[in-house]
């Protein structure tokens, strides 16, 4: 059998932690940041986890992660 292959665009946008769930980064912090608050703009720095219900799916596209 054939190893599985990876989608890369998915591998650069998704890490895993140590208790193997998927970290990425926020979106809306690329442009017009000017009328978002200062306090919005921060929260947005954080990695957030991937939800639950999308996991499975991920984890299928990116096997070796």
Same mark, same amino acid.
């Given at each position: 059998?054939?190893?599985?292959?990876? #989608?890369?665009?998915?591998? @650069?946008?998704? $890490? /895993?932690?140590?208790?193997?769930?998927? !970290?990425? *980064?926020?979106?809306?912090? #690329?442009?017009?940041?000017? @009328?978002?608050? $200062? /306090?919005?703009?921060?929260?947005?720095? !954080?990695? *957030?986890?991937?939800?639950?219900?999308?996991?499975?799916?991920?984890?299928?596209?990116?096997?070796?992660?």
């Amino acid at each position: 059998m054939p190893k599985m292959k990876t #989608n890369r665009s998915a591998a @650069k946008r998704f $890490s /895993k932690t140590a208790t193997g769930k998927l !970290r990425h *980064k926020r979106s809306y912090k #690329n442009h017009i940041l000017t @009328k978002k608050t $200062s /306090k919005r703009i921060r929260q947005l720095r !954080r990695d *957030k986890s991937l939800e639950a219900a999308d996991e499975a799916r991920m984890k299928m596209i990116l096997p070796y992660l």
